[in-house]
């Protein structure tokens, strides 16, 4: 499985952005796909995630109301529009899958991408 992610850039705070992440090979029918970020010297936070089968979505604090994952079911491909987006936004964005249907909030994603940059400025 490969994830390609796209979006992001330097936006002002206020602004939105959406950022997808489009999955390749063999991802199977139950899975689960998610968005973290990592700021400079910080660690990697979990933002978001949605099951494929269910559409369930959960985020994290602090991006609750702000945030919105969705997913595309032709395309096998997740977006993560962010709204009212804040200087502390600014991070690397990484899409991940977990085949196992289980991670969720936790690090242990099989798969990741590349990683995304977004920097808000103030």
């Known amino acids: 499985v490969q994830l390609q992610a796209s979006g992001g850039g330097l936006v002002q705070a206020g602004d939105s952005v959406r950022l997808s992440c489009a999955a390749s090979?063999?991802?199977?029918?139950?899975?689960?796909m998610a968005w973290f970020r990592q700021a400079p010297g910080k660690e990697r936070e979990f933002v978001a995630a949605?099951?494929?089968?269910?559409?369930?979505?959960l985020y994290g604090d602090a991006v609750k109301g702000r945030f919105t994952i969705s997913r595309d079911n032709a395309k096998t491909t997740t977006s993560l529009q962010m709204n009212s987006l804040k200087p502390e936004d600014t991070a690397v964005y990484y899409c991940?899958?977990?085949?196992?249907?289980?991670?969720?909030?936790?690090?242990?994603?099989?798969?990741w991408g590349q990683g995304t940059l977004v920097t808000v400025s103030s």
């Open positions: 090979g063999r991802t199977g029918t139950s899975f689960i």
């Open positions: 949605i099951s494929w089968r269910s559409s369930t979505t």
């Open positions: 991940a899958l977990d085949p196992a249907n289980s991670a969720w909030k936790n690090l242990r994603y099989r798969y």
